[in-house]
């Protein structure tokens, strides 16, 4: 009796060890997948640290941790000049690192010893054509993903449309940019053919990338949503037709599709045969 | 032979178990505890701000309340004035939603501000190489198409066009008569035209624009805008010359690559 209790127990530690594991990498997520070497290299990232830096640059609070704690964090080329502003009292480098990754759904990881990186997420190409909505939204800075009203695509219904209003919104962004651009470059370019990047002023340079960036950006907000469109479907769910008063050649949905759509464009038949 | 197990030994067990498979999870990780002293969330304060801005309201609730913060960017907002009373968690979410920011408490202790984006003026931070690095990144996601990038990106309706062209005179006819072909009414080589259509108007859309924002991006501070000539004309009554001119953003990319992006028509006129 005792033995088959034991047992028991034993099965029960199994299952919890099991669980345990299942949830393990998800505690570790924002580090990378190299492990430390020994545990005494890891004890800077024990290191307790204080941070009051306001409306800095990562590299600013990177270099800050770095010296503290007697180590070099490394932040990338592509997450280096975000600003923050950071009020941090006695907290463990480990716990800096993993707050800055939990938030900006980053990664950091043990470059050599002493050495540490923060960087973003590494992203590759899915095998399934279905997930290239969630790891486009995942490719996204995490404030651009609140800016686009990102759904959540495991809950969102399949008839939901809500990449509309988030285009219509880049739109009206990078109008504001342009507009901006156009009132302080009128003077400009009344004496001088030529303006470089460098001598903008940051608003002008902030209107030039806000127009470059919400010009591309609402053409893949279909996508980023995971609306109903063209990626959801195979060539065998489509019918072709003719619509608008016949000079449009349509693409349309079998009834099979839920929810249908169509798209197409104009083609002319000025003499029984469609143009050009 | 015996097998009890204590808590103890369980909770050993579940530590080895967990640190010989994923090495991350080291001792120091799965017992290490944050904040030193975590701040009271449930203490009852009051706060009266007057005219501050963010950065200074989160001086003063991390000085007195000792709270381990991290907000993102600057706010819309300059300075704002706050009168609450309230739990120190409620006070946080107060200031935070003035200043159009969501409030995140991490394992760590620290509260982390992000911002909301419910102000219509407020934007995203734009870092060149952030942004590059995600349109490098949106690149690998995105099957391969061939790029078009023009603005819009049209190159799907471009083969539809060539596609009916090549349409037999039999299915023209029936869809002039209102009549609809599924795929399987099509020849191969039409079916592989609209498979293409179809896959175009699905990824290359945004891979197009994805890889003509990489390449605007591309060694970005060394980029410029020039003013290219398009027209002119003489005021009958003043004699005065108007040129018109069109400002492009141009990008030399590390590779040679140049992009031209066209910002808009301006006017100037000629001093003589």
């Known amino acids: ?276 | 032979m015996r097998y009890v197990t204590t808590p103890g030994q369980l909770a050993c067990w579940l530590v080895m178990a967990a640190t010989s498979v994923c090495p991350q999870l080291r001792a120091d990780t799965l017992i290490y505890s944050e904040p030193a002293s975590s701040p009271d969330w449930a203490k009852p304060i009051e706060i009266h701000y007057k005219g501050l801005s963010l950065q200074a309201i989160l001086k003063d609730i991390s000085d007195r309340y000792g709270v381990s913060v991290l907000a993102d960017g600057a706010p819309v907002l300059g300075k704002t004035t706050i009168d609450f009373k309230g739990t120190l968690r409620d006070s946080l979410d107060i200031v935070a939603d003035a200043f159009d920011y969501a409030v995140s408490v991490h394992k760590s202790g620290i509260v982390s501000l992000m911002k909301k984006f419910n102000d219509p003026d407020d934007l995203p931070q734009l870092v060149p190489a952030e942004i590059r690095q995600t349109a490098a990144d949106m690149l690998a996601i995105l099957p391969d198409q061939p790029s078009d990038t023009s603005d819009p990106p049209l190159l799907w309706a471009s083969w539809l066009r060539q596609l009916a062209r090549r349409l037999p005179a039999d299915i023209l006819d029936g869809m002039k008569n209102g009549k609809s072909y599924a795929f399987s009414d099509l020849t191969p080589d039409i079916q592989r035209s609209l498979a293409d259509v179809l896959a175009w108007r699905a990824f290359g859309v945004a891979r197009s624009a994805w890889d003509r924002l990489y390449r605007q991006l591309d060694r970005f501070e060394q980029s410029t805008l020039h003013a290219k000539k398009k027209g002119a004309f003489i005021a009958a009554d003043t004699g005065k010359t108007t040129t018109s001119y069109s400002v492009l953003h141009q990008a030399n990319g590390v590779n040679g690559a140049v992009i031209e992006t066209e910002l808009g028509i301006f006017q100037r006129e000629e001093i003589k």
């Open chain 1, 1 to 276: 009796m005792r033995l088959r209790n034991a047992g028991r127990f034993r099965t029960l530690n199994l299952l919890l060890a099991a669980t345990a594991l299942a949830v393990a990498p998800k505690a570790a997520r924002c580090q990378s997948d190299q492990a430390p070497s020994s545990a005494t290299e890891d004890t800077k990232l024990n290191t307790r640290v204080s941070l009051a830096l306001d409306s800095v640059t990562l590299a600013d609070i990177a270099a800050s941790i770095s010296k503290q704690a007697g180590m070099t964090l490394i932040p990338s080329a592509a997450v280096r000049d975000r600003r923050v502003t950071a009020r941090v009292t006695g907290i463990s480098v480990r716990g800096v690192l993993d707050t800055i990754c939990e938030t900006y759904d980053w990664r950091w990881y043990r470059q050599s010893q002493d050495s540490y990186v923060l960087d973003r997420r590494i992203i590759r190409r899915p095998q399934d054509l279905s997930r290239i909505p969630e790891l486009m939204q995942t490719a996204l800075p995490v404030d651009f993903r609140m800016f686009a009203s990102l759904p959540n695509l495991k809950t969102k219904k399949p008839d939901e449309r809500t990449g509309q209003t988030a285009a219509q919104r880049s739109v009206q962004t990078k109008f504001r940019g342009m507009n901006g651009l156009r009132s302080s470059l009128t003077g400009v370019f009344n004496s001088r053919d030529s303006f470089g990047v460098q001598e903008m002023s940051p608003r002008q340079r902030e209107d030039l990338l806000t127009w470059l960036v919400f010009t591309n950006l609402d053409r893949s907000m279909e996508l980023l949503h995971n609306d109903a469109g063209p990626h959801q479907i195979r060539p065998t769910q489509i019918t072709i037709s003719l619509g608008n008063k016949n000079t449009g050649l349509m693409l349309n949905t079998t009834p099979d599709v839920n929810p249908g759509f169509g798209f197409g464009t104009q083609v002319f038949f000025p003499d029984g045969r469609p143009v050009p």
